[in-house]
């Protein structure tokens, strides 16, 4: 489900793993990348479905860090139940009081959550016109919200100047300095079992992305 208001036709691909909205054309190249921010998102803003984690299942692998994060990420979605996989989630991310990580921008850049961060990524979000959805409880920094955007901006979602500068900019501004380090303490986390492969898979994306920004 989107966090976001401004709705659109959805497309749906990936091995059938997460929903992409596409109202542009874009590129296979770009769909891929929305598509895997799509996913990353629908991963961390709750626990997976059953068909979700029927969908990863059937991820396929190859020779590359992405790849290799995939193919373990399917065989571990293939022996993982709805009911583990919350478990799992919670002790992760909600906790009694906290979980083992907080998902957040500002806690990453700052060591408190609600700061600075949290403040630049509101004025940008209004600068682009995007609002998230009331239902959304968690601040707008949460890495999960932050991927949404990213699928968002690529396929066109926000009215918004959403071309690869827009992109690069959002990205820099909000996920160079932090998404890489979560992801490696969520790969890492005592209490990750099918979400370890999820944190070398975002680990080996944003790695990917940012040097693809770089190149700009």
Not at 5 to 29: G, Y
Not at 33 to 58: D, F, N, V
Not at 59 to 81: F, I, K, N, W, Y
Not at 113 to 130: H, Q, S, T, V, Y
Request: hydrophobic letters at 40%.
């Amino acid at each position: 489900m989107s966090r976001f208001t401004d709705n659109n036709t959805k497309d749906k691909d990936l091995a059938n793993t997460a929903e992409i909205q596409c109202p542009r054309s874009i590129t296979d190249e770009d769909r891929a990348r929305a598509q895997m921010y799509q996913l990353l998102g629908a991963l961390l803003g709750s626990p997976p479905s059953k068909e979700l984690l029927h969908g990863l299942a059937s991820l396929q692998g190859s020779d590359t860090p992405m790849g290799s994060a995939s193919q373990t990420l399917a065989a571990v979605a293939e022996r993982t139940s709805p009911v583990d996989a919350k478990r799992e989630y919670n002790n992760l991310f909600i906790g009694v009081g906290r979980g083992e990580l907080l998902p957040y921008a500002s806690y990453y850049l700052t060591g408190f959550l609600n700061e600075k961060p949290l403040a630049n990524l509101r004025g940008d979000l209004i600068g682009r016109g995007i609002k998230v959805s009331d239902d959304v409880k968690e601040p707008e920094d949460h890495i999960g919200t932050l991927c949404e955007v990213m699928a968002g901006l690529i396929t066109g979602e926000f009215e918004c100047d959403s071309d690869l500068e827009s992109q690069k900019a959002f990205f820099d501004a909000h996920l160079a300095k932090w998404a890489v380090l979560f992801f490696t303490d969520l790969e890492q986390a005592q209490t990750a079992i099918f979400y370890a492969p999820v944190g070398s898979l975002g680990r080996a994306f944003m790695a990917v992305e940012a040097e693809a920004f770089a190149l700009q």
